[in-house]
């Protein structure tokens, strides 16, 4: 075997070395990129449930204020209907009484429907919450993967290291998202 013949097998023995000691670190990169994909759906899906919530707070808001405002307006007409004077008196009581229990039902219902404006909004409010923790999960888990990448570049293995801790950080945010309540 001629010197430069085992020069090139000592290189070539070198290199694959070098590719065995990196195989760990390219599945790291592989695992991490399907984990940033997943959340980045998970992103999405947070997002559009934070603003689907937020749509159905304002209606709900919508109704409320509707019903406020048929409230006030039959009020307003009870109180017109005990300062004019009409010719029947029975007409007059019987009138009087229809907005009566008109206004009852409708303060009954008005604290309803504020409750559940209410509890839609605290529903949004973890909705935004949630996407926000997500959001966090996916920039952590992509910061850990670029940096993850450049071991293949330095060959040196604190980033490999340093990546796993960004990468678990953001898992640990995507895991926090589902245990808001």
């Known amino acids: 075997m001629e010197a430069h013949e085992a020069h090139e097998l000592r290189e070539h023995a070198e290199h694959g070395a070098h590719e065995a000691a990196l195989r760990p670190v390219a599945f790291t990169m592989s695992v991490l990129a ?5 959340t980045t759906v998970m992103s999405h899906r947070a997002h559009t449930q934070a603003v689907l919530d937020q749509n159905k707070a304002t209606d709900e808001w919508n109704f409320y204020q509707a019903h406020k405002i ?10 017109l209907l005990g300062t004019v004077a009409l010719d029947g008196k029975d007409a007059a009581a019987k009138l009087a009484k229809t907005y009566a229990d008109h206004e009852k039902k409708w303060d009954s219902e008005l604290k309803e429907e504020q409750a559940q404006a209410e509890a839609t909004e605290r529903k949004v409010a973890q909705a935004e919450a949630r996407a926000a923790r997500v959001d966090l999960a996916e920039a952590l888990l992509e910061i850990g993967l670029v940096i993850t990448s450049v071991t293949l570049l330095t060959k040196t293995r604190i980033y490999w290291y340093l990546g796993l801790v960004f990468a678990a950080g953001g898992i640990v945010s995507a895991a926090s998202a589902f245990l808001l309540k």
């Open 34 to 38: 399907v984990v940033v994909a997943v």
């Open 70 to 79: 048929r409230a006030n307006d039959t009020e307003l007409a009870a109180d």
